[in-house]
Structure formats: structure tokens, C-alpha cells
């Protein structure tokens, strides 16, 4: 509050005695309306300056404004929705067989997913932001091996190789890597014929394969 009272101050204070009169008597402005037109500006500039540290203050990030947030979430103590966290955690509810090389592996429910940003009809996950995210997948199934791809807009960013278990077992990958604004990440199967678990999450349901992402730092 007191940094809020300072920044008012430094509007309005020093404009309303001294300076309005400085304004008021300028000789360099030739009639009252150019004097008020230029107090106006001299207000609006110092306005414009309140309202982009006030929404510095208030969120954390350089470019916002007082303008832009939203004050209604702010009086319930919550930020707008643009800060809310960004991540995903959905996992396999349908074991899938048949599966060919390169198709993407959809995990069709969520634990959580704030904005949608993971998509269940698809399989895949539209980053909102440009950033540094860390991504985690398991993959449950009990054929041969085979090997799952994180991909990037279209490129393998990293691998796992899920070994023939001789019966029904996992195997883990987890990366952190800088994805760009918009970019479509998924996890495909490189291999043919293969068979992926799913289950509900009920105890004694084993076999669960999973996939989840969290943005750990906006660029």
C-alpha cells in the first residue's frame, strides 16, 4: 500500500500546487489552452509510468500493465488467468495394440490440465509460452521392445527404450528442454505391431501409462 501512495503522490503531488502554477504562468504558452493541453499530457505521462509499475509490482513480469490485469481476480487474491501454472498430467485409460511406428500414443484422461493446453482427443500438448519445460512419460505394456519419442514441432528431442519385460513391466524418461510458443509436443511409438497398457487409476489397476509436463521457467 505504501508503494501504491508513493506512486500517487509522484502523479498528482507535485502537479498540484508549484507545478500547476508553473504550468499556468508559463510565457512560453500563449493562451490557456495550451497551458491546460500541456498539464494534460504532463499528467498522462506520469499515469502511463504509474499504471506500468503498478503492473510490474503486482505480477513479476516487465511487461505487463495496470490496464491489463484483471481486477476482479485480483480482489479475490488471485492473479489473471495468464499467470495461472502451466502443466499437464494425463495418463492411458485404454490398453491399445497394433500400434505402428511413428503414431502418436494417446493418453485420453487427465489428473490435471489448467488452460487445456493438453489436448486428450489427440495426444498432443500446444505450449502456450516460450520457455523451459521439464516433460515426463511411462510407458506400460508387455510385448516386444520398442522405443517411445518425445517430439518438438516435428523433431525427436529425446527417447526411451521400453525393453521386452518377458511379462508385463514399465520403463520412464524424463527430459527438460526450451520449447517455443505454439510448438505441438506428444510421445509417438518408434517400432511396429506394438502394445501400449491402460487403465482406470483404482487400486490394483498396475498397468497405467502416463504422460506430464510442467512450464519450469517463461522465456
Do not use: C
Not at 110 to 134: K, L, Q, R
Not at 142 to 165: K, Y
Not at 193 to 209: F, K, P, R
Amino acid at each position: 500500500m505504501s508503494m501504491f501512495l508513493a506512486l500517487l503522490f509522484y502523479v498528482y503531488l507535485p502537479i498540484s500546487s508549484s507545478k500547476l502554477t508553473t504550468l499556468l504562468k508559463d510565457k512560453n504558452l500563449t493562451s490557456l489552452e495550451e497551458r491546460l493541453a500541456n498539464l494534460e499530457q504532463t499528467i498522462e505521462r506520469r499515469l502511463n509510468v504509474t499504471e506500468r509499475v503498478l503492473g510490474q509490482l503486482l505480477t513479476g513480469k516487465d511487461n505487463d500493465n495496470l490496464e491489463d490485469i484483471d481486477v476482479l481476480a485480483l480482489r479475490s487474491g488471485i492473479l489473471s488467468a495468464k499467470s495461472a501454472p502451466i502443466l499437464f498430467s494425463a495418463y492411458k485409460w485404454s490398453s491399445e495394440s497394433s500400434i505402428s511406428t511413428r503414431a502418436i500414443i494417446r493418453f485420453e484422461r487427465t489428473y490435471i490440465n489448467p488452460g487445456n493446453h493438453y489436448h486428450t482427443e489427440d495426444g498432443i500438448f500446444i505450449a502456450p509460452v516460450t520457455g523451459i519445460y521439464m516433460f515426463h512419460w511411462t510407458i506400460a505394456t508387455g510385448g516386444s521392445s520398442f522405443s517411445t519419442q518425445l517430439m518438438v514441432a516435428g523433431s525427436v528431442r529425446a527417447s526411451n527404450l521400453v525393453p521386452h519385460p518377458g511379462g508385463a513391466d514399465s520403463s520412464s524418461a524424463m527430459v527438460i528442454i526450451s520449447v517455443n510458443k505454439e510448438d505441438h509436443v506428444w510421445i509417438q511409438i518408434y517400432g511396429s505391431l506394438e502394445h501400449v497398457y491402460g487403465s482406470s487409476t483404482a487400486i490394483g489397476n498396475n498397468y497405467q501409462s502416463t504422460f506430464s509436463g510442467i512450464l519450469l521457467q517463461a522465456s
